[in-house]
């Protein structure tokens, strides 16, 4: 969950490490720091709290170096403070150390290096790699060496960069089960955790895989597999424009992504709708088509948001495919014994393509035989490499922690590929074709809803006292329900739980009262006249009520406190519209209580530990 970056060339880097940390700073905040070596002496610089308090620090030093590593840390082991802050270094300084990722036997490994006399400064896991590299240093081995002997040694996962005053002229990075990429320039390259860090500078880049370990040097780099065999890397070419890593003129990531959606979506859908055939064209499941159709069944894993997006498809490809589908938390699937079979098709969704249990839950159902597709937005995130087949969401980059136009995105793609089978089974051309129809409107209806964005800001000033709120939904609503629950708690810190409306009664009633404010995912489809009675009940304990309504009805406006209208569509796309006031609902709330929703408390992007 780390972010890491490095650079080594002729340029003073200072200015370079702490561009890129800010770039990464949405993946761990609660400390920086950097390496470097200065006329070859390391300089190594850290702070508690975010990227700016280090660049107040290091801009008082002055520093002219054009080799250096920088960190910024989501702690895991040991808490945040100057001592666990990245990087780690050898007892003499010469070597240090960043790592993203965890290591499992760090507690026998250290032990093991204290009885030969190393001296251990931090809490963290992490610091054992730097003494276990310098311990191999020791024995006359060269820097690349010493990292391959100790990755040899370790269990765990790593993303991890090394550079020592002893090699100036080159950084060692690493990676197993944590993202890595090498960056290349002219006369000068760079290391990162994430391409988004160094995109500014260069979009030739070299993606690394698990067990492989790469000197990279100014003029060139060079990739071995741990048993020291050459490797041969593609160098690809990544198109990220800086504005789309931007805030612009927007307050927040979270809000600029929020507005963006009416592109976001049409991004996801443009050139994949075959108005002609009623179907649509996904070219990362070419030739995966009958496989996946012919399915005795679909299992979706996910965390998080991305799982909300997994059940809303659980409706889609039910109703549209006839197909059973299963979704499971990623988490879960991983430490049981799940029955997965060669006519299973897993589909594994997840923004950033890096979260540790969903790549860890795609490797068992492949180890089992089943096609595992991704579903994916970050381009050459390590579940859109490790599956057989996938689909980009094509949201464009996603900085906020909390998720908001990947979610719209992932059902676009989702719908997508509920289309593409059904259109194989039953469902009919011209259903297919309204699908599309209805798909294609999607975006000047969202734009329609952020018109409204004054109004759902009104609302939001009512909250911001709330203790605890409940989101309740029915049918496709119903993850849309558990969605905008978690908007709301992971950043205005308000307890939110969101339920299907007739589990209600089922417990979750006896919490309303007059503090209880509940909002209810009503548009008119075939449950409406059910979720009608379930905000009587609610209305009935005097609890606050918002409901989330279709444009046309013009009944609940009399039954409830507050309404947010949206405009119509099929209901497997209602959720595509019923989200976005939610997502503007807990963003207007959490910025009025003066909290920080693009890095919420506690929180990391993408999750790279389990
Ligand atoms: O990158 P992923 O989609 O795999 O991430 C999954 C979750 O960590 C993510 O959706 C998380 O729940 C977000 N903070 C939700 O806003």
């Known amino acids: 969950m780390c972010g890491i970056i490095g650079y080594i060339g002729g340029k003073n880097c200072v200015p370079i490490l702490i561009e890129g940390l800010k770039r990464l700073e949405y993946r761990g905040y609660d400390s920086a720091g950097v390496g470097l070596i200065e006329n070859n002496t390391p300089v190594v610089i850290k702070k508690k709290g975010r990227v700016a308090e280090l660049e107040n620090k290091i801009s008082k030093l002055k520093i002219d170096s054009s080799v250096g590593i920088a960190h910024t840390r989501w702690a895991t082991h040991g808490e945040p403070n100057e001592v666990n802050a990245h990087p780690h270094v050898n007892k003499d300084s010469t070597i240090f150390l960043v790592h993203n990722g965890i290591i499992e036997n760090f507690n026998e490994l250290r032990t093991d290096l204290q009885n030969k006399g ?20 020791g024995k006359d081995v060269s820097l690349f060496d010493a990292v391959r002997y100790a990755m040899n040694m370790v269990k765990g996962t790593y993303g991890i960069a090394i550079a020592s005053t002893h090699v100036p002229e080159k950084i060692i990075v690493a990676r197993k089960g944590s993202p890595l990429v090498i960056g290349l320039g002219n006369g000068e390259n760079f290391i990162a955790s994430d391409v988004n860090a160094i995109i500014s500078y260069t979009s030739s880049i070299v993606y690394l895989d698990d067990g492989e370990i790469a000197c990279v040097q100014k003029d060139s780099f060079e990739v071995k597999n741990i048993d020291d065999e050459l490797i041969e890397k593609e160098i690809q070419q990544v198109k990220i424009s800086i504005d789309s890593i931007s805030k612009g003129n927007y307050a927040h990531f979270m809000l600029k992504e929020i507005m963006e959606q009416p592109v976001s979506v049409k991004n996801s859908f443009r050139g994949r709708l075959l108005f002609e055939e009623g179907s649509s064209k996904l070219g990362g499941l070419q030739g995966f088509e009958t496989r996946i159709a012919n399915s005795n069944r679909i ?37 049981r014994n799940p029955i997965i079979t060669a006519d299973d098709t897993c ?80 469902l009919s051309l011209v259903d297919g074709q309204n699908i599309l129809r209805e798909l294609d409107k999607i975006p000047s ?24 709120f409940l989101y309740l939904g029915r049918g496709y609503n119903f993850p849309v329900a558990l969605e905008g629950a978690l908007k709301l708690k992971e950043i205005s810190y ?30 008119v489809d075939s449950v409406y006249e059910k979720v009608l009675s379930n905000i009587e009940e609610v209305k009935a304990r005097k609890g606050r009520i918002i409901a989330i309504a279709t444009e046309d009805d013009n009944y609940i406006d009399k039954i409830v406190d507050y309404v947010i209208k949206v405009p119509n569509t099929i209901r497997m796309l209602m959720p595509i519209l019923t989200v976005i006031p939610l997502q503007l609902l807990a963003y207007h709330i959490a910025v009025k209580k003066g909290l920080n929703v693009d890095q919420p408390r506690n929180l990391a992007k993408s999750v790279t530990v389990e």
């Open 445 to 468: 209806k969202i734009q329609q809803i952020l018109d409204n964005h004054a109004k759902i800001e009104k609302i939001a000033e009512e909250f911001i006292d709330s203790k605890n």
């Open 118 to 137: 190393f001296e251990f400064r931090s809490e963290t896991d992490s610091e054992v790699l730097v003494q276990l590299i310098d311990f191999f240093m």
């Open 299 to 335: 299992l979706i894993c996910a965390c998080g948001t991305s799982w909300h997006a997994g059940l809303v498809a659980e409706y889609m490809i039910e109703q549209y495919a006839g197909i059973p589908v299963e979704v499971e938390y990623a988490s879960e699937f991983r430490y």
């Open 494 to 523: 308000i307890h939110a739980e969101g339920y299907p409306a007739a589990e209600m009664k089922h417990g979750p009633i006896a919490l309303i009262d007059k503090n209880m404010p509940a909002v209810f995912i009503s548009p």
């Open 347 to 426: 589909i594994f969704i997840s923004q950033s393509g890096e979260t540790a249990d969903t790549l860890a839950a795609m490797k068992e159902a492949k180890r089992r035989g089943a096609l595992v597709l991704g579903v994916c937005n970050v381009v050459g995130s390590s579940i859109a490499r490790e599956s057989h087949a996938g689909v980009y969401i094509h949201a464009g980059p996603e900085i906020g922690v909390a998720s908001t136009k990947a979610f719209t995105s992932q059902l676009v793609v989702l719908a997508l590929i509920t289309i593409l089978i059904a259109r194989t089974k039953h």
